[in-house]
């Protein structure tokens, strides 16, 4: 027996290694950047709510990688951070600061193809003391304010050990006001972003390889057969994906987010805060961050009417864009 658990431990930890990936800053409208006092915020939820549900994690043994635009490297809240990661006991994790390595579909096809290929030739090297001598990387997305379940990383691995999948996904999950800790069943109809993908190693840290691993099969609608994935939509038109049945991620709400809020139409069935504690939240604070008036408003405001809002002044090219983009950014404070 203890031969056997050995191979085991050998087999899915030396040979296998586990990166939990964060895109911070750098994604999508503004740069990935709406100032210091929106980073600030962000920050206080990573460390408020991010960092305890990953250190609930049964399973301990990653890296957690957190991406950042160049223009951060100086920035005192991420040194702060760094510091602060830096000395909680055994917990591994680098930051760096070659951009985001994911498609960022809010630019024309060609232009996020060089944006990833060179965020990944920029960052990927940061990474080999932190992931050697092994023969698979297994990749988990980590959105900077959402959390998985405690189970996650073993599931993760017990997956990639048992079925030969190049990726698995959650398909549903919850969906959390931090403010009131209120928790609702979240049920998408598209691929969430929660997601893991099984790399080769030499294919990970190759970015043209890493970049071609992670395409589009055929051609859907405006991208390319070969196109990086455009989006956590499109995973299993990429990879081959196999899927838990549980609920294991939560998506968080704060009032800051750029897309989703708790009474979005995705929102389920109201559930138990005692949920929390398959998150490692269950004993966290509610958040707790001053907000102007117009934040509320906005907050009250319809979700198809926010989503609209957000797609005029910012994706929808017409000569009311600048107003739109002003109106958006008065009301978002």
Not at 274 to 284: A, N
Request: proline share 6%; charged share 25%; with cysteine.
């Amino acid at each position: 027996m203890e031969s056997i658990w050995a191979y085991y431990y050998f087999k899915n930890y030396t040979m296998n290694k586990f990166i939990i990936s964060c895109p911070f800053t750098g994604l999508g409208l503004y740069g990935g950047f709406r100032g210091n006092r929106w980073l600030r915020n962000r920050i206080q939820i990573f460390k408020q709510f991010v960092i305890p549900s990953l250190l609930a994690q049964e399973d301990r043994d990653f890296v957690l990688w957190v991406q950042w635009r160049p223009e951060e490297k100086t920035n005192k809240y991420v040194i702060e951070l760094d510091k602060y990661l830096s000395e909680i006991p055994n917990f591994t994790h680098v930051f760096t600061y070659g951009g985001i390595t994911i498609w960022d579909d809010k630019f024309p096809d060609e232009i996020a193809r060089e944006k990833l290929c060179n965020s990944l030739s920029n960052s990927l090297q940061y990474l080999f003391d932190y992931l050697p001598d092994c023969e698979r990387v297994y990749w988990l997305l980590q959105p900077s304010d959402d959390l998985y379940d405690k189970k996650t990383v073993a599931e993760v691995r017990k997956a990639f050990a048992n079925y030969p999948a190049q990726a698995v996904s959650f398909s549903k999950g919850y969906i959390c006001n931090y403010n009131t800790k209120e928790l609702s069943e979240y049920n998408p109809n598209t691929n969430p972003p929660f997601f893991a993908i099984n790399f080769p190693r030499d294919v990970f840290f190759d970015p043209g390889r890493h970049m071609t691993y992670i395409s589009l099969k055929e051609d859907i609608g405006k991208y390319k057969k070969g196109t990086p994935q455009p989006s956590h939509e499109y995973l299993p038109k990429c990879l081959e994906t196999y899927y838990f049945d549980s609920r294991g991620f939560c998506v968080g709400c704060h009032l800051s987010n750029i897309s989703t809020y708790y009474n979005h139409p995705f929102k389920g069935n109201i559930v138990s805060q005692e949920i929390l504690d398959k998150f490692g939240i269950r004993d966290v604070e509610k958040l707790v961050i001053p907000l102007s008036w117009r934040k509320v408003i906005f907050d009250k405001l319809p979700f198809g009417f926010k989503k609209k809002l957000r797609y005029w002044s910012g994706e929808k090219k017409w000569i009311l864009r600048p107003l739109c983009a002003r109106i958006y950014d008065i009301l978002r404070g």
